[in-house]
């Protein structure tokens, strides 16, 4: 059974950082492609970043890169999104989603991720 919790998000101002925690089942976790999307409201949710958790090869969104960081701790079934420099554009509700790996996990894409997480919040203020 895919169990996926997110922890993390808040408040904080532009150029601050916020750490976004994944935890996952074993069975969610362990050889599979998994990764964060945001989703603003009125718009479409897209991809921040992924990782397969089988080799920690990871895939950033031009948009976020040089600025977030996914990682993963296999020890506690966890993936983490590190969040530096915070821009008010990265105001979204965050989700964490994993996947059995079927060929390549990236890039990342909505359509075929089928676990996904309750989401947390992030608001980034000028």
């Known amino acids: 059974q895919v169990q996926l919790v997110e922890s993390g998000g808040g408040s904080v101002q532009a150029g601050g950082s916020l750490r976004l925690s994944c935890a996952a089942s074993?069975?969610?976790?362990?050889?599979?492609?998994m990764g964060w999307f945001r989703q603003a409201p009125g718009k479409g949710r897209d991809v921040v970043a992924g990782?397969?958790?089988?080799?920690?090869?990871?895939y950033y969104a031009d948009s976020v890169k040089g600025r977030f960081t996914i990682s993963r701790d296999n020890a506690k079934n966890t993936v983490y999104l590190q969040m530096n420099s915070l821009k008010p554009e990265d105001t979204a509700m965050y989700y964490c989603?994993?996947?059995?790996?079927?060929?390549?996990?990236?890039?990342?894409?909505?359509?075929?991720?089928?676990?996904w997480g309750q989401g947390t919040q992030v608001t980034v203020s000028s």
């Open positions: 989603a994993a996947r059995n790996r079927a060929g390549t996990c990236f890039p990342p894409t909505v359509w075929n991720y089928d676990g």
């Open positions: 074993e069975y969610s976790y362990n050889n599979n492609c």
């Open positions: 990782i397969y958790t089988g080799d920690g090869t990871t």
